[in-house]
């Protein structure tokens, strides 16, 4: 399961909006938004005396975030817990380096992170692969269907032209 970014304190003037409106303001519907909090990808900001989900502007970008990995890239759901996970693997990283001076468990605490990193490269670069065979194959029967459609165009003029059999 993921975890999702840390949170700020939402400010006393932030409006926090319910899930309804968040929905409209991301074109998500509210059961995808229950859903990937199911999954852990988010956490909504706070809850409302009646127990109703209530969440901030920084709620509104991860979900937009998410949102673009899917549509966008096409990344499945686990691929996005990845991401999302790796994001948060890099702020624990900052904050390990930032508490130690030992150059040893610096280093200790780099090999850890490229580690990671190396993992989460290896994914999207087979993944990105993939895409570039389907692109590839895609621009090909492109590529058939013009010259097909030339050379029909050209049949179609000699057919047409004055002294034809046709």
């Keep these: 399961m993921t975890t999702t970014v840390p949170r700020t304190q939402t400010s006393a003037s932030e ?53 673009g990995l899917r549509e966008d890239a096409g990344l499945s759901l686990a691929d996005i817990s990845q991401i999302l996970e790796d994001e948060e693997s890099r702020r624990r990283t900052r904050a390990a380096l930032k508490a130690t001076d030992d150059p040893a468990e610096r280093r200790r605490i780099l090999l850890e992170r490229l580690a990671s990193i190396e993992g989460l490269h290896g994914r999207l670069a087979a993944k990105l692969a993939r895409l570039q065979a389907m692109f590839d194959d895609v621009e090909a029967r492109r590529g058939r269907l013009h010259d097909l459609l030339a050379a029909a165009d050209q049949g179609l003029a000699a057919a047409t032209e004055p002294g034809s059999d046709r």
């Design 15 to 67: 409006r926090l909006l319910r899930i309804q409106e968040v929905a409209e303001e991301t074109g998500l519907t509210p059961r995808s938004i229950r859903y990937y909090e199911e999954l852990g990808l988010l956490r909504p900001a706070a809850r409302s005396e009646g127990a109703y989900r209530l969440y901030d502007t920084s709620d509104l970008e991860q979900l937009r975030f998410i949102k």
